[in-house]
């Protein structure tokens, strides 16, 4: 029988390119909760979030994108179902200036 962790899954800063924010590890599943994003610059900066199944094409879920304001935040509080080498990535218009965390739970 497996065990079930709920988790911070994953946190930092937003690359200026689309980069991985989360993989699902190898033999394991995983729910993500939610996403926070916060602006930490002075101007807004354009946001995005896909999910990439393993071998497959990156799907946004969020709009195409995003203008978040300066210092306000984003949350993607919509459950996505995840499984081995899944991804989460994302990218802003500025990298270091928009924070992320993405909390969930992985069964493995």
Do not use: C, H, W
């Amino acid at each position: 029988m497996g065990s079930f962790t709920i988790k911070n899954l994953g946190n930092g800063q937003l690359p200026n390119s689309i980069g991985d924010l989360y993989t699902v590890p190898a033999s394991t599943t995983a729910v993500i909760r939610s996403i926070v994003l916060i602006n930490t610059n002075t101007t807004a900066e354009t946001v995005n979030l896909y999910f990439l199944k393993s071998g497959g094409t990156a799907r946004r879920i969020i709009p195409k994108s995003l203008s978040l304001a300066a210092n306000n935040s984003l949350v993607f509080d919509s459950p996505l179902t995840m499984g081995a080498a899944d991804k989460i990535q994302g990218d802003t218009t500025t990298a270091s200036k928009v924070d992320y965390v993405i909390s969930g739970a992985e069964y493995a």
